[in-house]
């Protein structure tokens, strides 16, 4: 490795005592994680790291740092938003410096911005530290550019469910079928078919693409092609995590899926 630790030599900003730096991952590939994220990595003395985060990225802080697990495995029930909250808050309080480590971008349907209304709330000092989001990020390491200039010039970022585990009541279906050619989606597996079917009766074609990446950016990323019509013909081969883009944008991925061959091998990404 070259010039890696070097890193250490720059000028960042102090990681204090009793403050939370609330982080973004990236999709999953470490490579993607941001020199402040790398930073704080080495600096903090308790990690609180959700599900999505790859044990390869938090190989990369002392081997001495306390790391704590905060997502959810194997089908059991994930730990209490509320009761995580209350450890970062304790842990800061106590004098330590706390890093949240969330999958993706903190503040896409992350929780994120929840944690740190909790911290601002008991006047804990936080940082935000920005992720690549996989509706963006991720997207692109299949070859799907949510903009092009010639399909679309807005995006919609949905998800496909709330803290209840169904459909978002609150979404106005008829509004976003047709507000914008490309609609983005997180958390859409379990109930794609659904969501197309509620796209269709408000007016979308059944005939616009769909593209799925299955672990984007990880080493076993693929993607797969369907329509809004077809959707319920390939739900079986979706394997979580996954995200979900709807419109012209995914046929373009015949000519920008780069990471093919020896691309797709680098462990960094
Ligand atoms: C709770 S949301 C968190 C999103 C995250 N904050 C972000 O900005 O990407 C989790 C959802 O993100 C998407 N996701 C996260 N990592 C992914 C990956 N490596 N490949 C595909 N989708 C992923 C999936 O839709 C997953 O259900």
Same mark, same amino acid.
């Given at each position: 490795?070259? =010039?890696?630790?070097? $890193?250490?030599?720059?000028?960042?900003?102090?990681?204090?005592?009793?403050?939370?730096? %609330?982080?973004?991952?990236?999709?999953? /590939?470490?490579?993607?994680?941001?020199?402040?994220?790398?930073?704080?990595?080495?600096? #903090?003395?308790?990690?609180?790291?959700? @599900? %999505?985060?790859?044990?390869?990225?938090?190989?990369?802080?002392?081997?001495?740092?306390?790391?704590?697990?905060? =997502?959810?495995? =194997?089908?059991?029930?994930? @730990?209490?938003? /509320?009761?995580?909250?209350?450890?970062?808050?304790?842990? /800061?309080?106590?004098?330590?410096?706390?890093?949240?480590?969330?999958?993706?971008?903190?503040?896409?349907?992350?929780?994120?911005?929840?944690? *740190?209304?909790?911290?601002?709330?008991?006047?804990?000092?936080?940082?935000?530290?920005?992720?690549?989001?996989?509706?963006?990020?991720? $997207?692109?390491?299949?070859?799907?550019?949510?903009?092009?200039?010639?399909?679309?010039?807005?995006?919609?970022?949905?998800?496909?469910?709330?803290?209840?585990?169904?459909?978002?009541?609150?979404?106005?279906?008829?509004?976003?079928?047709? #507000?914008?050619?490309?609609?983005?989606?997180?958390?859409?597996?379990?109930?794609?078919?659904?969501? *197309?079917?509620?796209?269709?009766?408000?007016?979308?074609?059944?005939?616009?693409?769909?593209?799925?990446?299955?672990? *984007?950016?990880?080493?076993?990323?693929?993607?797969?092609?369907?329509? $809004?019509?077809?959707?319920? @013909?390939?739900?079986?081969?979706?394997?979580?995590?996954?995200?979900?883009?709807? =419109?012209?944008?995914?046929?373009?991925? @015949?000519?920008?899926?780069?990471?093919?061959? /020896?691309?797709?091998?680098?462990?960094?990404?």
């Amino acid at each position: 490795m070259t =010039g890696f630790a070097t $890193l250490d030599d720059l000028a960042f900003p102090p990681f204090e005592p009793g403050t939370v730096w %609330l982080v973004g991952a990236g999709p999953g /590939a470490p490579g993607l994680l941001s020199l402040l994220g790398y930073h704080a990595l080495q600096q #903090a003395d308790v990690i609180v790291y959700d @599900e %999505l985060v790859a044990d390869t990225l938090l190989a990369m802080a002392p081997a001495t740092t306390e790391r704590v697990y905060a =997502g959810k495995r =194997g089908g059991k029930p994930s @730990e209490k938003q /509320a009761d995580i909250t209350l450890r970062l808050i304790e842990w /800061a309080t106590a004098g330590r410096k706390v890093l949240r480590l969330k999958g993706g971008d903190p503040m896409m349907f992350g929780r994120g911005a929840e944690e *740190a209304m909790a911290l601002a709330a008991h006047g804990i000092p936080f940082r935000i530290v920005p992720g690549i989001t996989t509706g963006v990020g991720g $997207l692109a390491y299949a070859g799907i550019p949510v903009t092009y200039r010639d399909t679309n010039h807005a995006v919609i970022f949905l998800t496909g469910h709330d803290e209840t585990g169904s459909i978002p009541a609150s979404v106005d279906w008829a509004a976003i079928a047709t #507000a914008a050619p490309v609609i983005v989606m997180y958390m859409a597996a379990k109930h794609l078919v659904s969501i *197309a079917e509620k796209l269709i009766a408000a007016g979308r074609s059944r005939d616009d693409s769909l593209a799925v990446v299955c672990h *984007a950016t990880l080493p076993d990323q693929y993607t797969i092609d369907a329509t $809004l019509g077809t959707a319920g @013909e390939i739900v079986g081969a979706i394997q979580t995590p996954a995200i979900v883009v709807l =419109g012209p944008v995914g046929a373009l991925r @015949e000519h920008l899926a780069w990471r093919v061959g /020896a691309l797709a091998e680098n462990p960094l990404g």
